[in-house]
C-alpha cells in the first residue's frame, strides 16, 4: 500500500513531533562532538545492521515457496486446489546444502531466484536464504500437545494485532509487553558499541514500531526523504498554516523558563531538533547516485529500501556500529483474490529486495547487513474459495553476505491436510522452528552476548543454549559470528 507525501507526513507526524522547528542545520558543538568521535571510546572497529521487512497482514508464504518434486508437489496440488501453482510455473531454486529437496520460487520473484541462486550466476554470491515454517512459539509443541492444550501457546492465535506484536517482541505469553526484541538489543549495545551522542541506533521507516522500543532507549522515525523537522523549508507561504505552527513551537522551546520541568522539555525537544536536523543534513549531503538507478522509481518499497541503503553508507557519520532499520509493507491479508493481489505485491518486494541486496553489493556493503522479512502468520493451506485464511507457522528470507545462501533451512511441513504438521483447520501449520532461534542467531551475529540473550529474547532457553558453541538455525556462513 503506497502514501501519498500528505499521508506520509500526518501518518508519522506524532512519531516526529520532537523533529520540527526552523533552527540552523546544527550548533557548532555537536558537530565537533560528532566528527571527534574515537575509537578509544571503546566502539567496535566494524559496522553492523540488521533489517527488517515487516509484511502486514498475514503472508501466504506457501504459494511464495513451493516443493517442487514430484511426490511433495501432488501433495501441496492437493492440499491447495484452486490456488496451487504448477512446476512448470515456479522458478527453479538450486540448492547448495540445506535440506536439499528441490523447491521453486513464485514467478514473480525473479530478483529472489537470482539472489538465491547466486546473483550474476556468481555462486559465491547466494545472498537469499528460505527459513521454512517459522512462527511464534512459547516451547515446542507437537499437534497432540495442541490439541490437548497440554503445552503452553503464545496467546490469541491467529489475531492480527497479537500474532504483529509477538513477532515484534518475542514474548508470546500474552504477558504485556512494551518493548521489543531490537529495542531490548539496543539497550544492551547501544551505550557501549555506539559512539557517544550518536542518534538512536533503531531507526524506522514506517512510523512507530514495536520491534525496536527498548526499556531504555528510543527508536529514530524518519521517511524516505530523511528526517522530518519543524523547519518547514519546504513551505514558502509566510501565512501557511504548518509554517505558523513550526514557528510558532520553536519559540516556546526557546525560551527562558525558572519551572525545571519546563527547562528539561525545552532542553530534551531542542537536542532531538537538532538531531533530526544533523540526520537531516547528513542524509541530504550523501550521494547515492552511484545506485540510485537500481531502485524502480514507480516502487515506493523499493524508495524505502533506497533510504535505507543511503541511511546503512550512512553510519560511520552519524556514529552507529551497529544500526536496525524496519520497512513496513502492508495489505497481505488475502482472504480473496489471493493468486492476482499476490502476483503483484510479491513483484514489488522482489524488485525492492533486490535492487536493495545489489546496491549493497555494488557500495561493498554486502557483509555487514542482514536483512529478513517477518509477517503476522502464515495462512490456511486449504483455498477458502478465492484466497485464504490466518494461520500460523509460514515463510522467511533471510539475505545478506553473511548469510550462507542458495539454502532452505528449517523442517518443511507435511502439506497433507490433517497431517501431524497440521492443527487440523485446513491446514494451519505447527511452526517446526521458532522465532526466537531465527532471531538469536541474527542477535549472535550482531553482537549480543550470551550473556544478555535470554534479556533479548526470554523464551530462548526453551530453543537454544546461548552459550553453545553452535548456531540456532545454521544460516549464517562459518567465522562471522562469536
Known amino acids: 500500500m503506497q502514501m501519498s507525501s500528505t499521508t506520509r507526513r500526518q501518518f508519522f507526524g506524532k512519531s516526529a513531533c520532537a523533529a520540527m522547528s526552523s533552527v540552523p542545520i546544527m550548533n557548532t558543538l555537536l558537530n565537533l562532538q560528532l566528527a571527534q568521535r574515537a575509537a578509544g571510546q571503546g566502539s567496535p572497529a566494524d559496522y553492523r545492521t540488521v533489517v527488517c521487512l515487516f509484511l502486514n497482514g498475514g503472508m501466504d508464504s506457501f504459494n511464495w515457496l513451493v516443493p517442487r518434486d514430484s511426490a511433495r508437489h501432488a501433495v501441496y496440488s492437493t492440499t491447495r486446489g484452486n490456488l496451487a501453482l504448477t512446476t512448470s510455473q515456479l522458478l527453479s531454486l538450486n540448492q547448495d546444502g540445506g535440506d536439499g529437496q528441490l523447491y521453486g520460487l513464485h514467478p514473480s520473484c525473479t530478483g529472489l531466484q537470482e539472489l538465491f541462486n547466486g546473483l550474476g550466476g ?52 500474552g504477558m504485556t509487553q512494551l518493548s521489543g526484541w531490537a529495542g531490548r538489543a539496543a539497550d544492551v549495545l547501544h551505550g557501549s558499541v555506539n559512539d557517544t551522542n550518536s542518534i538512536a541506533m533503531n531507526i524506522s521507516l514506517a512510523g512507530n514500531s514495536l520491534w525496536q522500543v527498548g526499556n531504555a532507549t528510543t527508536q529514530f522515525v524518519v521517511t ?10 519546504e513551505i514558502t507561504d509566510p501565512l501557511h498554516a504548518m509554517k505558523l505552527k513550526n514557528t510558532a513551537h520553536r519559540s516556546i522551546i526557546q525560551q527562558n523558563y525558572s519551572n525545571l520541568m519546563q527547562q528539561s522539555y ?40 533506497r533510504a535505507a541503503a543511503k541511511m546503512i553508507a550512512l553510519r560511520p557519520s552519524l556514529g552507529l556500529h551497529r544500526q536496525t532499520i524496519f520497512i513496513g509493507f502492508g495489505g497481505w491479508d488475502h482472504h480473496g483474490e489471493l493468486l492476482n493481489a499476490q502476483a503483484g505485491m510479491l513483484s514489488t518486494m522482489s524488485a525492492a529486495l533486490t535492487a536493495f541486496q545489489r546496491a ?42 553473511p548469510v550462507q545462501g542458495g539454502r532452505i533451512y528449517g523442517a518443511f ?34 553482537g549480543v552476548p550470551a550473556a544478555s540473550m535470554n534479556a533479548v529474547l526470554p523464551n530462548i532457553a526453551n530453543f537454544y543454549n546461548a552459550n553453545s558453541s553452535s548456531l540456532p538455525i545454521g544460516f549464517l556462513r562459518p567465522g562471522t559470528w562469536s
Open 122 to 173: 556468481d555462486l559465491a554470491k547466494r545472498r537469499a536464504a528460505l527459513l521454512s515454517n517459522v512462527g511464534t512459539l512459547i516451547q515446542p509443541v507437537t499437534k497432540a500437545q495442541y490439541l490437548a492444550e497440554s503445552a503452553a501457546l503464545p496467546r490469541a492465535l491467529y489475531s492480527h494485532s497479537d500474532q504483529i506484536d509477538q513477532w515484534q517482541t518475542s514474548v508470546p505469553q
Open 224 to 233: 524516505d526523504r530523511g528526517a522530518l523537522t519543524f523547519t518547514g523549508s
Open 266 to 305: 525545552g532542553q530534551l525537544t531542542k537536542t532531538s531538533i537538532e538531531l533530526q536536523e544533523f540526520f537531516l543534513q547528513q542524509y541530504n549531503n550523501h550521494d547515492d547516485s552511484a545506485v540510485a538507478s537500481l531502485f524502480p522509481s514507480g516502487n515506493y518499497i523499493a524508495q524505502q529500501f
Open 360 to 401: 549493497l553489493d555494488q557500495l561493498g556493503l554486502q557483509n555487514s547487513v542482514i536483512s529478513y522479512t517477518a509477517s503476522d502468520f502464515g495462512r490456511t493451506l486449504r483455498s477458502n474459495g478465492r484466497g485464504t485464511d490466518h494461520a500460523w507457522g509460514g515463510n522467511a528470507l533471510v539475505m545478506g553476505g
Open 413 to 446: 511441513p507435511d502439506q497433507t491436510l490433517e497431517s501431524a504438521d497440521d492443527t487440523g483447520y485446513g491446514g494451519r501449520m505447527i511452526p517446526t522452528t521458532s522465532v526466537d532461534s531465527f532471531f538469536a542467531e541474527m542477535l549472535r551475529w550482531f
